[in-house]
C-alpha cells in the first residue's frame, strides 16, 4: 500500500470513530431516563455538555493546529477523549456522564477542525472535493452502524448464551443493571487505539492555505458584526439542532406513544436515519449538478417538513419511516448551507468557516428546548419546535444571494461535449 493511500485510510478511519463517538446519544435516550430516573429538560442537558464543547472549541482548535500542528492535536483530542469515555465506566452518574460527553466533545471538535487540511494535503489538493464525500460517506456510515453496536451489545451483556469473549469483558466494565455502560468502555478502547496509531504514523506536512486559516481576532470580530455571516451561522445552529434534536428524541418518541422497544425498534430506526442522511448527501451532490443549490435547499427541507408532520403525527408504521426519510432530506442542508455562506463572503474564508463551525453548538441548545417543551406540554409538542429552524432554512433558498453560484450541466452544456 502506498503511503499517501496509507494515509488516507487513518483519516477515512478518523472520520469514522469521530461519527461512531458523536451520534450514539440518540437511540440511548429511553435508557438513560430509565437508569437515573431523568426528566426530558434533564436528559437533554446530556447532548448540550457534548455540543457545547463545539462551540467552545472550534475557534481555539484552528489556533491550536496553526501552533502544533494536525497530528499533536489529534493525538490529544483522541486523549481527551478517552479520558472522557473512562470517566463514565469508572464512576457511572448522571453529572460524571455530562462532564465525559463535555470531554468527548471537546476531542471530537479538535479532530474535526484538524482533519480537513491533512485530507487535502494527503490525498492530493485534485482529488479533495472526491475525498470531502468518502469522507462524509464513511462518516455517515459510522452513525448507521454505532445504534447497531449499542443494540447488540445491550441485547448480548450479561446473557448466558453469548460465547463472544470480548462482549463478555466489556460486560464487566459495566453494572449489570447499565449494560449500555459497555458502550463508552468500547469508546475508550478506541480512543486510546487511535492514540497509538496516530502516533506512530508518519503524517504529511501541511502548510494551511489562507482559507484554512481560523484568521486574527481583530477579523473573528468584524465578521461576528457582518449581517450575511450571522444569518448563516443562525442556519448551521438550526441545521445540526434539527438533526440532534430527530436522532436524540426519536426512540423516545416511538417508546412513549408507539410502545417500539428503544433497544430493537428505536435503535433500528435511529440507525436508518443515519444511513438515509448518508445516502441523500450523494443524491444531493447529484442534484447540485442540475439544480440551483437554493432551489434543493427549498425542495428538501420543504420535504423534510412534511416528513416530521408525518412522524410526529401518523401512525406506529408511518413514523417508523417517516422518521428516517427526515435524515434523508436533511442529508443535503449542511452542505448547501456552507458553500451558501462561503460564496456569500469575499475573504476571510478560514475565519468564516470557524464562526460557521460554532454554530455546531446548536446541536446543544434545540435538544435542550424540545426536552423543556417535552416536560411543560409533552414530547410531541416538543419536537414540534423544530419546524421553526426547518423553515428559517428552507427560507436561505429564497434570500441567499451568493457572488459565485453552484455550477449547472446544462442541455446546452451537453450539446457543446459532443
Same mark, same amino acid.
Given at each position: 500500500?502506498?503511503?499517501?493511500?496509507? *494515509?488516507?485510510? $487513518?483519516?477515512?478511519?478518523?472520520? %469514522?470513530?469521530?461519527?461512531?463517538? /458523536?451520534?450514539?446519544?440518540?437511540?440511548?435516550?429511553?435508557?438513560? &431516563?430509565?437508569? +437515573?430516573?431523568?426528566? $426530558?429538560?434533564?436528559?437533554?442537558?446530556?447532548?448540550?455538555?457534548? %455540543?457545547?464543547?463545539?462551540?467552545?472549541?472550534?475557534?481555539?482548535?484552528?489556533?491550536?493546529?496553526?501552533?502544533?500542528?494536525?497530528?499533536?492535536?489529534? *493525538?490529544?483530542?483522541?486523549?481527551?477523549?478517552?479520558?472522557?469515555?473512562?470517566?463514565?465506566?469508572?464512576?457511572?452518574?448522571?453529572?460524571?456522564?455530562?462532564?465525559?460527553?463535555?470531554? &468527548?466533545? &471537546?476531542?471530537?471538535?479538535?479532530?474535526?477542525?484538524?482533519?480537513?487540511?491533512?485530507?487535502?494535503?494527503?490525498?492530493?489538493?485534485?482529488?479533495?472535493?472526491?475525498?470531502?464525500?468518502?469522507?462524509?460517506?464513511?462518516?455517515?456510515?459510522?452513525?448507521?452502524?454505532?445504534?447497531?453496536?449499542?443494540?447488540?451489545?445491550?441485547?448480548?451483556?450479561?446473557?448466558?448464551?453469548?460465547?463472544?469473549?470480548?462482549?463478555?469483558?466489556?460486560?464487566?466494565?459495566?453494572?449489570?443493571?447499565?449494560?449500555?455502560?459497555?458502550?463508552?468502555?468500547?469508546?475508550?478502547?478506541?480512543?486510546?487505539?487511535?492514540?497509538?496509531?496516530?502516533?506512530?504514523?508518519?503524517?504529511?506536512?501541511?502548510?494551511?492555505?489562507?482559507?484554512?486559516?481560523?484568521?486574527?481576532?481583530? /477579523?473573528?470580530?468584524?465578521?461576528?458584526?457582518?449581517?450575511?455571516?450571522?444569518?448563516?451561522?443562525?442556519? #448551521?445552529?438550526?441545521?445540526?439542532?434539527?438533526?440532534?434534536?430527530?436522532?436524540?428524541?426519536?426512540?423516545?418518541?416511538?417508546?412513549?406513544?408507539?410502545?417500539?422497544?428503544?433497544?430493537?425498534?428505536?435503535?433500528?430506526?435511529?440507525?436508518?436515519?443515519?444511513?438515509?442522511?448518508?445516502?441523500? /448527501?450523494?443524491?444531493?451532490?447529484?442534484?447540485?449538478? +442540475?439544480?440551483?443549490?437554493?432551489?434543493?435547499?427549498? $425542495?428538501?427541507?420543504?420535504?423534510?417538513?412534511?416528513?416530521?408532520?408525518?412522524?410526529?403525527?401518523?401512525?406506529?408504521?408511518?413514523?417508523?419511516?417517516?422518521?428516517?426519510?427526515?435524515?434523508?432530506?436533511?442529508?443535503?442542508?449542511?452542505?448547501?448551507?456552507?458553500?451558501?455562506?462561503?460564496?456569500?463572503?469575499?475573504?476571510?474564508?478560514?475565519?468564516?468557516?470557524?464562526?460557521? *463551525?460554532?454554530? #455546531?453548538?446548536?446541536?446543544?441548545?434545540?435538544?435542550?428546548?424540545?426536552?423543556?417543551?417535552?416536560?411543560?406540554?409533552?414530547?410531541?409538542?416538543?419536537?414540534?419546535?423544530?419546524?421553526?429552524?426547518?423553515?428559517? *432554512?428552507?427560507? #436561505?433558498?429564497?434570500?441567499?444571494?451568493?457572488?459565485?453560484?453552484?455550477?449547472?450541466? /446544462?442541455?446546452?452544456?451537453?450539446?457543446?461535449?459532443?
Amino acid at each position: 500500500m502506498s503511503r499517501s493511500k496509507l *494515509i488516507l485510510g $487513518l483519516i477515512f478511519l478518523i472520520f %469514522f470513530v469521530i461519527s461512531f463517538l /458523536t451520534n450514539i446519544l440518540g437511540p440511548l435516550v429511553p435508557d438513560i &431516563i430509565k437508569s +437515573f430516573s431523568l426528566s $426530558l429538560t434533564a436528559v437533554a442537558f446530556l447532548p448540550f455538555a457534548f %455540543f457545547i464543547a463545539y462551540g467552545i472549541m472550534s475557534i481555539p482548535s484552528g489556533i491550536l493546529v496553526e501552533m502544533y500542528g494536525e497530528k499533536t492535536v489529534m *493525538i490529544i483530542a483522541f486523549f481527551i477523549s478517552f479520558l472522557g469515555a473512562l470517566l463514565l465506566v469508572m464512576v457511572p452518574g448522571y453529572f460524571t456522564y455530562m462532564l465525559s460527553l463535555f470531554f &468527548i466533545g &471537546i476531542g471530537m471538535a479538535m479532530l474535526q477542525v484538524a482533519i480537513n487540511p491533512l485530507l487535502r494535503v494527503g490525498g492530493g489538493e485534485e482529488h479533495f472535493a472526491f475525498n470531502s464525500v468518502l469522507g462524509q460517506f464513511f462518516f455517515g456510515l459510522a452513525s448507521f452502524l454505532s445504534p447497531l453496536v449499542y443494540s447488540y451489545l445491550v441485547l448480548n451483556i450479561g446473557t448466558n448464551g453469548s460465547q463472544n469473549l470480548f462482549i463478555t469483558l466489556l460486560g464487566y466494565t459495566s453494572p449489570k443493571e447499565l449494560p449500555w455502560i459497555s458502550l463508552y468502555s468500547l469508546f475508550a478502547i478506541i480512543s486510546l487505539l487511535m492514540v497509538i496509531i496516530i502516533s506512530i504514523v508518519k503524517l504529511p506536512k501541511v502548510e494551511l492555505k489562507s482559507d484554512e486559516k481560523v484568521g486574527a481576532l481583530k /477579523t473573528n470580530l468584524e465578521l461576528i458584526k457582518n449581517p450575511t455571516v450571522i444569518l448563516y451561522f443562525i442556519a #448551521i445552529f438550526s441545521y445540526v439542532g434539527i438533526e440532534q434534536g430527530v436522532a436524540n428524541f426519536m426512540s423516545e418518541f416511538l417508546n412513549k406513544y408507539h410502545q417500539i422497544n428503544p433497544q430493537t425498534g428505536g435503535a433500528s430506526s435511529v440507525s436508518l436515519f443515519w444511513g438515509l442522511l448518508t445516502v441523500g /448527501t450523494l443524491l444531493g451532490l447529484l442534484l447540485l449538478k +442540475f439544480i440551483d443549490s437554493g432551489k434543493v435547499l427549498i $425542495l428538501f427541507t420543504a420535504s423534510a417538513i412534511i416528513s416530521l408532520a408525518f412522524a410526529l403525527f401518523g401512525t406506529s408504521e408511518i413514523a417508523l419511516i417517516a422518521f428516517p426519510i427526515v435524515g434523508f432530506f436533511a442529508s443535503v442542508m449542511w452542505s448547501i448551507i456552507i458553500s451558501l455562506a462561503l460564496n456569500s463572503i469575499e475573504k476571510n474564508h478560514g475565519a468564516v468557516s470557524g464562526i460557521l *463551525i460554532t454554530g #455546531i453548538c446548536g446541536g446543544a441548545i434545540l435538544p435542550l428546548i424540545i426536552g423543556y417543551l417535552g416536560d411543560l406540554v409533552d414530547l410531541r409538542t416538543g419536537m414540534m419546535f423544530m419546524f421553526i429552524p426547518l423553515i428559517y *432554512i428552507a427560507s #436561505i433558498g429564497f434570500w441567499a444571494k451568493p457572488i459565485v453560484t453552484n455550477q449547472l450541466i /446544462t442541455l446546452k452544456s451537453l450539446k457543446k461535449q459532443k
